[in-house]
């Protein structure tokens, strides 16, 4: 994850926890739900943050 989405093949830097759950899936062959993914990423340090906002001109 520490690459960014781009690395992993998404479009954009932008990691959602379905992208997550996808790379996980991908990477170790397990499943996981949504709310699964969150609880996992919590428990290894991992926290929500929000994208910062940019002024348009």
Do not use: C, N
Not at 11 to 33: C, N
Request: glycine letters at 8%; a positive charge.
């Amino acid at each position: 994850m520490e690459r960014g989405p781009l690395a992993h093949g998404w479009a954009d830097q932008r990691w959602t926890l379905a992208r997550i759950k996808t790379l996980i899936g991908r990477l170790f062959h397990v499943s996981y739900t949504v709310e699964g993914t969150w609880r996992l990423l919590k428990r290894h340090g991992w926290s929500w943050q929000q994208p910062a906002r940019r002024v348009r001109a």
